[in-house]
């Protein structure tokens, strides 16, 4: 099983439609969670982080859920600057001198007009 | 410059030659990451660097071989690749190795490496 798991996709929305995406992940030791955006081409940025209370950035929503070990993101009235891929990160302490980052392969994301 | 700085962004070598990557970060981070990124793969940790000294090599083949000289820096060094090693390589800094909400991970922009 891989350690996160995310639907390749591609998504393709029209403008303004509203999309979710899911990922789940293998360690229940994980700690913290993440949702990153990779453009075409370009390096993953953080989008933004996840807490266990859900949390809100604009059009942007979150979620986690540690009983069945899985993360959303909701965004809200697509705009075409939103393609890209996003990518589901998990930080799991193994128990040694890192705390490693665990990528997804990401979850494609179409927005058009 | 501001962020992290990768050169070269494109690079094509054959099976035989030797080359390096660069990285310098200019963010004061003490922690640095080399990941390799292939098509329709996740993103895949290879070295990490705490204050100059490894702390994680995931099983890289030794072909691949990193340098810190100093926390700001961050090499690769490559020789012997194989076709297979085609990739994007993508370096990064944080603040320390906690790596929890408050202290995120930046990437440089990458080196797309082809092997021929």
């Known amino acids: 099983r891989k350690e996160v798991e995310q639907d390749p996709g591609p998504f393709n929305v029209p403008e303004g439609a509203t999309v979710a995406f899911n990922c789940t992940y293998s360690n229940s030791a994980s700690q913290s969670f993440f949702w990153y955006r990779q453009d075409c081409r370009k390096e993953p940025k953080l989008l933004m982080s996840?807490?266990?209370s859900g949390n809100e950035d604009g059009r942007f929503t979150a979620q986690l859920n540690r009983a069945s070990q899985y993360i959303s993101l909701l965004i809200r009235d697509s705009k075409l600057s939103d393609s890209a891929t996003y990518l589901c990160?998990?930080?799991?302490?193994?128990?040694?001198?890192?705390?490693?980052?665990?990528f997804g392969t990401g979850t494609l994301l179409a927005v058009q007009p | 410059e501001t962020g992290v700085t990768q050169t070269p962004r494109h690079l094509v070598m054959g099976m035989t030659n030797k080359k390096s990557l660069k990285c310098e970060q200019h963010?004061?981070?003490?922690?640095m990451y080399w990941y390799k990124q292939s098509a329709k793969k996740p993103l895949e940790l290879m070295f990490v660097?705490?204050?100059?000294?490894?702390?994680e090599n995931n099983s890289v083949p030794s072909r691949f071989s990193p340098e810190c000289p100093n926390s700001s820096h961050l090499f690769l060094h490559l020789h012997t690749l194989q076709p297979e090693d085609s990739a994007l390589y993508l370096c990064a800094s944080s603040q320390d190795l906690r790596l929890t909400a408050s202290y995120e991970q930046y990437f440089g922009p990458g080196t797309r490496l082809t092997v021929t």
């Open positions: 963010l004061g981070h003490n922690a």
């Open positions: 996840v807490y266990s």
């Open positions: 660097y705490n204050f100059k000294e490894q702390t």
């Open positions: 990160v998990v930080n799991a302490d193994y128990g040694g001198a890192t705390n490693k980052l665990i």
